[in-house]
C-alpha cells in the first residue's frame, strides 16, 4: 500500500526551514528519501535503517520512528537549489521492493 | 561511467503495437528496477530483479513483461500497448536490499 506525504506541496524563502512527513499503514524494515527536478530522474538523498542507521545526505536530515511506521525530512535554511519533487520509498524487508509516496511538491523562492 | 543508460528517450506507439525498452547499468549493482510515473501518482514498481537470473512483480505488472538479460541489462516490454499505459518510465540499480537506487534518464511513452 502507498506511503501518505504531506503536505502536498509547500512553497518557501530562501533560508525558511519545512518538514515533509512520510507515513505507512504496514511495518517498515528502511524509509528511502529521493528529490525530483523537473523533467529529470529522481535522485537518492537518503535511507533511514530499521534500528535506527541513517545513511545520505549532509545537508539534510530525517527520523524515522519504527512505531509509529513514519519517517520525516528535514529541511533547515532551505536553499533554491532544493526546489523540486521529493519523494519518500518505504521498503518492507521484500528484497528492496520500494513502494513510493505520491510526492510532496517543494519551491523555494528568492 | 555512465551510470543507468535507458534507450529510447522518446517513442509513439499505436494501441496494439508492442515495443521493448532497454536498460543497461555498469555499475555492477544485483538489483535492477522498472518504474513507471504517471502526474500525482508518484513512482510505481512493474517489475524488479533482486539479482541476475531472478525476477518479480511490482505494484502494476500487467500488460508487461520483463527480461534480466545479465547481470547489466534489463529489459521492459509491452507486448500490446494500450493508451492506458502512457507514461514515463524509469529504470533503476541498485547494490541490493536498503541501498540506495539510482535512477536512469527515463523513457517518454505515448500510445494512441
Known amino acids: 500500500q502507498q506511503p501518505v506525504q504531506s503536505p502536498q506541496a509547500v512553497i518557501l524563502r530562501e533560508g525558511e526551514d519545512a518538514v515533509i512527513n512520510c507515513s505507512s499503514s504496514?511495518?517498515?524494515?528502511?524509509v528511502h528519501w529521493y528529490r525530483q527536478k523537473h523533467g529529470e530522474a529522481p535522485v537518492f538523498l537518503m535511507i533511514?535503517?530499521?534500528?535506527?542507521e541513517q545513511k545520505g545526505h549532509e545537508k539534510i536530515s530525517a527520523s524515522f520512528n519504527e512505531k509509529k511506521q513514519q519517517s520525516s525530512l528535514y529541511l533547515t535554511a532551505s536553499q533554491l537549489s532544493y526546489s523540486g519533487t521529493y519523494f519518500c520509498?518505504?521498503?518492507?524487508?521484500?528484497?528492496?521492493?520500494?513502494?513510493f509516496g505520491q510526492g510532496t511538491e517543494l519551491s523555494v523562492k528568492p | 561511467n555512465a551510470g543507468v543508460t535507458q534507450t529510447p528517450k522518446f517513442q509513439v506507439l499505436k494501441t496494439g503495437q508492442s515495443m521493448t525498452l532497454q536498460c543497461a547499468q555498469d555499475m555492477n549493482h544485483n538489483s535492477m528496477y522498472w518504474y513507471r510515473q504517471d502526474p500525482g501518482m508518484g513512482l510505481r514498481l512493474i517489475y524488479y530483479s533482486a539479482s541476475e537470473g531472478t525476477t518479480d512483480k511490482g505494484e502494476v505488472p500487467n500488460g508487461y513483461n520483463v527480461s534480466r538479460l545479465n547481470k547489466r541489462e534489463f529489459s521492459l516490454r509491452l507486448e500490446s500497448a494500450a493508451p492506458s499505459q502512457t507514461s514515463v518510465y524509469f529504470c533503476?540499480?541498485?547494490?541490493?536490499?536498503?541501498?540506495?537506487?539510482?535512477f536512469g534518464p527515463g523513457t517518454r511513452l505515448t500510445v494512441t
Open positions: 520509498g518505504t521498503e518492507g524487508g521484500q528484497g528492496g521492493k520500494l513502494i
Open positions: 533511514l535503517l530499521k534500528g535506527g
Open positions: 533503476a540499480s541498485g547494490h541490493q536490499a536498503a541501498y540506495e537506487q539510482y
Open positions: 504496514k511495518a517498515l524494515y528502511s
